[in-house]
């Protein structure tokens, strides 16, 4: 039984191979070399664990998994034990005498899959392990996994991934299958180039991931919005939360346990062992919201993160992609929400301009920037615009913001060019320049200490733009940003000011169109009425009363044995796995059998435990 779609049956429990799945299985069991581009949470594991099975059950040999976090191969490895395939890795965690005992174990050929870090890999110790495998023929495959880290175009890039040829100079004729979920053109050439898989087959996926609902917002009370977000819509979900600074994960982190949202920080700042043990809480736990810098997440495989928040805006759409992505992994319904201001662009632009890298690049990091403001202003399929950024066209989604409830566009063209030229005269009038508060309330009218101070009441555009909210004023302000037609200085208090883009709108040439900024109905709430008040998972939304009393205990069941294995839960079963036992009540096997995720072993394993659990609830 060495064909691929049993081994997906008989070891991992699943039905069928999903999208371009057994494809890419079968290009690389036959021996070829592949480049496998699939969103995150689309089944890349799958794409060289199955080879690594199939060519070791053919007597090639082991499978050579290089992977960047060293943090979640414990958690890999463990599901792999759990399927009943023999794995293992090699990297820092592990003391001198387990590293020796796993080194003892490949040279034996116990091994199914190998996981270890790109650092590890390049010794010369180990490549020499590598050459008497290779020598006798043992070497069944190379995985390069999250293969954009070769790039600095990706958004992870790690130097040690550059001495991955290596493998292909010195093991030539055995297989490499390298994979990611970030891809843009730049990014995917560059992996091409560097990893050298010019003759390798490449399998692009849809980067579509369906059940994620996109929605992002005007930042105006971040805290208070999050927590409305949280309580409302994802009460006792699993979550993360996205921040730009160590000060603010702390801070919001803080007031979400405040307000009896379970919440952990996680950042650079934090010492690695806390870090560790808070990683290790999110992975075990169930509920629990994470408040992280980007430092969290890369590899992050729980499958059941109900919503990914942004605070902050990240530095492209690639990061955007990338981090909520982590949201939904099982394919239930999630949630990606971001909330972003005028203050976001400011500091990203300041980091670009302040970074030591050449203009070429940062002009590349300038357009990508451009390219998320433009998706956070825009006033049609979020989605559409997403996947279109990545090469792919599509239709209006149905689930996102801006599908939802369509926004109310209004013309900012007057709004724009009465904004620039109170910009121009403050300027004029006074020698210096104005953040954009001033100017606001210079175009309303409002008599300030400071307008007092300065004599602003004077300006020709005072009191011009009295009908314009400031919520209307700041989406002017940021769009006029975002069109290159107005500068803000970050080396100067932030003072606004014109750029070679001005004129142009300042002579009405170039329309301003924009999204009302009105507080944006919620396109979630109703989602949680559907599943009633209560904090049910996602998975268990259509149980009836009984099934949901039996989901409850075998989750119970499920976490004991997740403690006594010392892994998290859903290595031990998915949420939709018991979801759909709850469902069927079995009494029996046979019942067992056909439900999508139990395996051969899992079904030895604890075949007779969940009947008896089902049975006593
Ligand atoms: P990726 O690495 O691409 O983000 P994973 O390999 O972690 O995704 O897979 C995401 C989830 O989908 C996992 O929980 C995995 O078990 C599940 N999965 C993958 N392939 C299949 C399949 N053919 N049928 C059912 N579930 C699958
Ligand atoms: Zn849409």
């Known amino acids: 039984m060495n064909n691929p779609l049993s081994i997906l049956q008989q070891v991992f429990g699943y039905e069928r191979f999903r999208g371009p799945q057994a494809e890419i299985v079968g290009h690389v069991i036959a021996g070829g070399d592949a480049l496998v581009l699939m969103p995150t949470g689309g089944g890349k594991s799958l794409c060289y664990q199955i080879p690594a099975i199939a060519r070791q059950r ?62 590890r890999v390049t010794t010369p110790r180990f490549l020499e392990q590598l050459d008497a495998l290779h020598r006798r023929g043992q070497l069944a495959l190379f995985a390069i996994d999250e293969a954009h880290c070769v790039s600095q175009w990706g958004h992870d890039f790690r130097p040690e991934y550059r001495a991955l040829t290596v493998l292909h100079e010195r093991f030539a004729g055995v297989p490499r299958v390298a994979l990611t979920a970030t891809a843009d053109a730049l990014t995917r050439a560059d992996i091409v180039e560097r990893l050298q898989l010019q003759q390798a ?22 805290a208070a919005q999050l927590l409305r977000f949280i309580q409302h819509e994802h009460e006792g979900d699993c979550g993360i939360v996205y921040c730009q600074t160590r000060k603010r994960v702390e801070e919001t982190a803080q007031s979400l346990s405040a307000h009896g949202v379970p919440a952990l920080p996680y950042h650079a700042g934090l010492d690695a062992e806390l870090r560790q043990h808070h990683q ?47 949201a939904g992994r099982d394919g239930l319904p999630a949630q990606a929400w971001m909330l972003y201001g005028l203050q976001d662009v400011v500091n990203q632009r300041r980091m670009i301009d302040e970074s030591p ?37 599509s239709q209006p989604c149905g689930n996102c913001d801006n599908c939802l409830a369509p926004p109310q566009l209004w013309d900012g063209t007057d709004a724009a060019r009465k904004l620039l030229s109170t910009v121009y005269r403050v300027q004029q009038m006074s020698g210096i320049g104005f953040g954009a508060g001033h100017v606001m309330d210079i175009l309303r009218g409002r008599k300030t200490e400071k307008v007092a101070q300065f004599g602003h009441e ?107 294995h010392n892994l998290p839960a859903y290595v031990i079963f998915h949420d939709a796995t018991l979801a759909a036992i709850a469902a069927l009540g079995p009494s029996s096997v046979e019942e067992l059998e056909g439900i999508s995720g139990i395996g051969a072993r899992k079904l030895e394993a604890y075949g007779q435990e969940v009947l008896r659990v089902v049975a006593s609830s």
């Open 458 to 564: 004077q300006v020709s555009t005072f009191g011009l733009g009295a009908e314009f909210s400031e919520a209307q004023l700041r989406g002017v302000l940021r769009q006029l940003v975002a069109l290159g037609a107005l500068a803000v200085d970050a080396q100067a208090y932030n003072t606004l000011r014109l750029t070679d883009g001005s004129r142009a709108v300042l002579r009405g040439e170039q329309p301003v169109r924009l999204r009302e900024s009105v507080a944006q109905a919620s396109g979630g709430r109703k989602r949680r009425e559907a599943r009633g008040s209560s904090a049910l998972p996602a998975a268990a939304a259509g149980l009836t009363e009984a099934g949901q009393a039996r989901f409850a205990a075998l989750k119970a069941w499920r976490g004991e044995v997740a403690r006594s």
């Open 357 to 393: 890298a050449g203009e070429e690049f940062k002009q590349v990091m300038r357009g990508k920037l451009d390219a998320l403001l433009a998706l956070a202003e825009a006033t049609d399929c979020r989605r559409e615009r997403l996947l279109g950024y990545f090469g792919e066209r």
């Open 280 to 326: 290790d809480r999110f992975l075990r736990e169930e509920g629990l919201v994470m408040v992280a810098t980007i430092a969290f997440g890369m590899g992050i495989d729980k499958p059941d993160v109900r919503f990914v928040a942004h605070l902050d805006m990240p530095k492209n759409i690639e990061g955007y992609y990338q981090e909520t992505g982590r």
């Open 201 to 222: 087959r490449q399998f692009v996926s849809s980067f579509d991931r369906p059940n994620i609902r996109y929605r992002i917002a005007e930042k105006k009370e971040p």
């Open 58 to 119: 053919a007597g090639q040999g082991v499978t050579l998994v290089v992977s960047p976090l060293i943090a979640l191969m414990h958690d890999q490895v463990g599901a792999l034990h759990e399927a009943g395939v023999e794995a293992a890795f090699l990297n820092s965690a592990l003391s001198y005498e387990e590293a020796v005992a796993v080194e003892r174990r490949l040279a034996r050929g116990e091994l199914t899959l190998l996981y270890a870090a790109p650092e």
